[in-house]
């Protein structure tokens, strides 16, 4: 079991920054996988960003590329999601989740059977 906590969220202009982290405790080592997921209010929880923790291969939606970035400190057993440029569209509750592996389907990544963090609202809005 692996329990991830959340936190960086919070209230932000248009176009301004956060960095989300998501920190790992427990049985980490057995994971290789970890990602952050959005839900937005009425929406589906759809996956933003993954990355495998042994090679450092990455994922992103196209609706972020460019603009958010998903890294990991091994040391800290953290990972983050550092979002630039953000827009009213990226408000929703971010969740960070892991895994095994993750998957890539029209450019949204997945974690099949993740175990979840609490999430942490990201509100972008003038």
């Known amino acids: 079991q692996v329990q991830l906590v959340e936190s960086g969220g919070g209230l932000v202009q248009p176009g301004g920054s956060l960095r989300l982290s998501c920190v790992a405790s427990?049985?980490?080592?057995?994971?290789?996988?970890f990602g952050w997921f959005r839900q937005a209010p009425g929406k589906e929880r759809e996956g933003v960003s993954c990355i495998n923790t042994f090679d450092g291969s990455t994922s992103a939606a196209d609706s972020v590329k460019g603009r958010f970035t998903i890294s990991r400190d091994k040391a800290k057993n953290t990972v983050y999601l550092q979002m630039n440029s953000l827009k009213p569209e990226d408000t929703a509750v971010y969740y960070c989740?892991?895994?095994?592996?993750?998957?890539?389907?029209?450019?949204?990544?997945?974690?099949?059977?993740?175990?979840w963090g609490q999430g942490t609202q990201v509100t972008v809005s003038s």
């Open positions: 989740a892991a895994g095994f592996f993750f998957t890539t389907v029209q450019s949204m990544c997945n974690i099949p059977n993740p175990s």
């Open positions: 427990g049985f980490t080592m057995a994971y290789s996988a």
